[in-house]
């Protein structure tokens, strides 16, 4: 794969990621490999490692549980190293009290064989913690 095709698969897995409901999760699982790895470090409820599409989809639905209305996202910056694309995002939306919530995030994207293997998702989890209150 080229940067711009590593960096396009990224940005279509994360953009897919946020849109509400289950065609947004197919969109995005499309773009890992079976056994993908995906990593929020901290103390959120989601927070942890998960393996496999199956779990990672589970983890999606958790958060859909929050933020039933998916989110919005601005790609700031993509950097490629050649096996992986770091993503530097904005990400907002609603949670179901309608409390709303902005972050910035710093995700690496490990890429394998054409499609993502690896995600670690670095967050101020201190900013995310209230929504899932």
Same mark, same amino acid.
């Given at each position: 794969?080229?940067?711009?095709?590593?960096?396009?698969?990224?940005?279509?897995?994360?953009?897919?990621?946020?849109?509400?409901?289950?065609?947004?999760?197919?969109?995005?699982?499309?773009?890992?490999?079976?056994?993908?790895?995906? =990593? +929020?470090? /901290?103390?959120?409820? =989601?927070? /942890?490692?998960?393996?496999?599409?199956?779990? +990672?989809?589970?983890?999606?639905?958790?958060?859909?549980?929050?933020?039933?209305?998916?989110?919005?996202?601005?790609?700031?910056?993509?950097?490629? =190293?050649?096996?992986?694309? +770091?993503?530097?995002?904005?990400?907002?939306?609603?949670?179901?009290?309608?409390?709303?919530?902005?972050?910035?995030?710093?995700?690496?994207?490990? +890429?394998?064989? /054409?499609?993502?293997?690896?995600?670690?998702?670095?967050?101020?989890?201190?900013?995310?913690?209230?929504?899932?209150?």
């Amino acid at each position: 794969m080229t940067p711009d095709e590593r960096k396009e698969l990224v940005r279509r897995m994360w953009s897919s990621y946020m849109k509400k409901g289950a065609d947004g999760l197919e969109e995005a699982l499309a773009c890992l490999r079976e056994d993908a790895t995906w =990593t +929020i470090p /901290g103390a959120l409820p =989601t927070s /942890g490692s998960r393996r496999g599409k199956q779990l +990672i989809a589970e983890q999606f639905w958790e958060i859909r549980e929050v933020f039933p209305d998916g989110f919005q996202i601005k790609f700031n910056k993509l950097h490629d =190293t050649g096996d992986a694309v +770091i993503a530097e995002m904005t990400i907002w939306g609603n949670n179901r009290k309608g409390l709303g919530y902005t972050n910035e995030y710093c995700v690496v994207n490990e +890429i394998e064989d /054409g499609l993502i293997s690896h995600v670690r998702v670095y967050v101020d989890t201190a900013k995310a913690a209230p929504m899932f209150e």
